[in-house]
């Protein structure tokens, strides 16, 4: 089962992805995540990226497919969870080829619906397990013990350097300017499913498994 989860900034992407991962098996695919470690190595990808991200647009169609066409080769005999990427109409129709080249299809694109305002809140409290990435929240998802991973009892955690209100909103123009356009493109293949985003962790979690499981 291949799935895309979309969504603007904050929605709970990548909350719900790791969740599949945990609970399914699924291999979750963050363009967001590849690029951050294509900065962080110092690639010449990531040496593109740096500033864009940094200033919250988008990244070019040709290096996040890239990106996507290399990491789809490991998802064999795995469900993939597609995480912030299409973000463009031109990106959907690079992922069909991608998909289609390796007998893979799409089975649903979860749009988790949610209020702009409260994601300037969940995106200026994000916080990551600076060891397996596990997200957390200032308000709404601390640490079961503080400072310590749920996860993996890893103590350091770190804040991503485009999580500031500024740079949120011009990812949220950007989602609303590229992104949500290509929700009627998924619409036409009739596989578009809407989730309310605005519940808890778990009402999240246990719509997206209604729709899975259905
Ligand atoms: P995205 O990957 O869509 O950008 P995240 O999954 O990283 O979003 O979530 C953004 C922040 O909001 C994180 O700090 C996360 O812990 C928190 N969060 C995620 N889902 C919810 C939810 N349903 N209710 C409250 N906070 C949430
Ligand atoms: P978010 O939590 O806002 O959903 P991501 O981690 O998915 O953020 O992405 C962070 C940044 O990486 C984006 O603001 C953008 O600069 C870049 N990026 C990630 N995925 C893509 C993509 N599919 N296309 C273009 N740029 C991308
Ligand atoms: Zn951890």
Do not use: W
């Not at 070019?60 to 795995?78: K, P, T």
């Not at 992922?95 to 809140?121: K, P, S, Y």
């Not at 770190?158 to 493109?185: C, F, S, W």
């Not at 808890?200 to 259905?214: M, Q």
């Amino acid at each position: 089962m291949d799935i895309i989860l979309l969504g603007p900034p904050g929605a709970g992407k990548g909350t719900q992805a790791q969740r599949l991962v945990a609970t399914r098996g699924m291999i979750q695919l963050s363009t967001g995540d590849m690029l951050r470690e294509a900065v962080a190595k110092g690639t010449p990808t990531g040496l593109k990226a740096k500033a864009v991200m940094e200033a919250g647009e988008l990244v070019s169609d040709a290096i996040v497919s890239a990106l996507i066409g290399e990491r789809l080769d490991s998802c064999v005999g795995h469900g993939a969870i597609f995480d912030g990427f299409p973000r463009t109409k031109h990106q959907a129709e690079a992922l069909e080829i991608l998909l289609g080249e390796r007998d893979r299809t799409l089975d649903h694109v979860i749009e988790l619906v949610v209020d702009e305002e409260a994601l300037v809140v969940r995106i200026t409290g994000r916080f990551t397990c600076a060891n397996c990435g596990a997200s957390y929240h200032d308000k709404f998802h601390l640490p079961k013990v503080e400072g310590t991973c749920d996860v993996c009892g890893h103590h350091e955690f770190k804040r991503r350097p485009d999580d500031n209100e500024q740079t949120v909103r011009t990812r949220m123009a950007e989602y609303r300017a590229k992104t949500a356009p290509i929700l009627p493109y998924y619409e036409e293949k009739g596989l578009v499913r809407r989730v309310d985003g605005m519940g808890s962790v778990e009402e999240v979690a246990a719509a997206i498994d209604a729709i899975l499981d259905g």
